[in-house]
């Protein structure tokens, strides 16, 4: 396991984004219901916070309720959308400890009245915080996010606001709803799967992908310092040769 003092503290990401991947799988190896590894995840939440905040990384973007998760059963949905509340609330004053700025993106319109409420009364506490920006990706998936880019590129266009040859990948970054973030450097899963789940498939170009069998719940500090570290130890070429890269 690696420690802070392990991370060349020069070259940390400037955007890390984790698929928080596991819950129901921990629970259900401990005999319980989804929603009792849900509640348990709220350390590593808290503990990636912590660790993104220490190594001053500029953006955390957690998925955290995809759109394709409405499809699960009410009951778990249900308990997940109380839990946000519950965890939200609570996890405030760690935010403000960390100088933590909350941003959220998705379809924010499902949520229920309450969940949002809670959350945008979190969102403005923190605005004026200077130190890491945390994004909730709820009530996400990528597709969405592209579509409703066109849909916006297509009504500037019609418009007359936007013409055909003034659209290129800036152009439609811009219409993004994640806009506001940069590509991430580096992506985390958890619990083993080997697939990114219509997450930032726009922004994941570059990437540089770091895969773990541990399961979310289980996930400190610690693991994201070895992941952190790991990415320190690769070459990221962008097309160029690795001679290129060590020319410059």
């Not at 503290?9 to 629970?27: F, S």
């Not at 995840?41 to 990636?48: I, M, Y």
């Not at 960390?98 to 506490?125: F, Y």
């Not at 992506?187 to 990114?196: A, C, K, Q, S």
Request: charged share 25%; net charge neutral; glycine share 6%.
């Amino acid at each position: 396991m690696k420690t802070i003092e392990d991370i060349d503290l020069t070259r940390v990401p400037r955007h890390v984004a984790i698929i928080m991947d596991g819950n129901g799988r921990w629970a259900q190896r401990q005999s319980k219901v989804r929603l009792f590894g849900h509640q348990h995840a709220t350390q590593a939440v808290r503990d990636a916070v912590e660790a993104a905040a220490r190594l001053h990384v500029g953006f955390l973007t957690l998925y955290t309720f995809s759109t394709e998760n409405w499809n699960r059963p009410k009951a778990e949905v249900d308990g997940l959308m109380q839990l946000l509340v519950k965890t939200i609330n609570e996890e405030t004053p760690t935010l403000m400890e960390n100088n933590v700025r909350l941003c959220v993106v998705g379809e924010t319109g499902r949520l229920p009245q309450a969940s949002w409420q809670a959350m945008q009364k979190v969102i403005d506490k923190t605005a004026a915080n200077t130190g890491t920006i945390l994004t909730l990706a709820l009530s996400y998936s990528s597709r969405w996010e592209i579509a409703e880019a066109l849909k916006a590129v297509v009504n500037d266009a019609a418009s007359g606001k936007l013409k055909a040859d003034d659209v290129d990948e800036e152009t439609l970054r811009g219409y993004l709803p994640s806009r506001f973030i940069p590509d991430p450097d580096l992506l985390i899963r958890t619990g083993g799967e080997l697939r990114v789940s219509n997450f930032l498939l726009w922004q994941l170009a570059y990437t540089e992908f770091y895969f773990t069998d541990l399961l979310w719940p289980d996930f400190r500090q610690e693991h994201f310092f070895d992941a952190v570290y790991d990415y320190q130890n690769r070459q990221r070429r962008y097309g160029k040769t690795g001679d290129q890269v060590k020319a410059k």
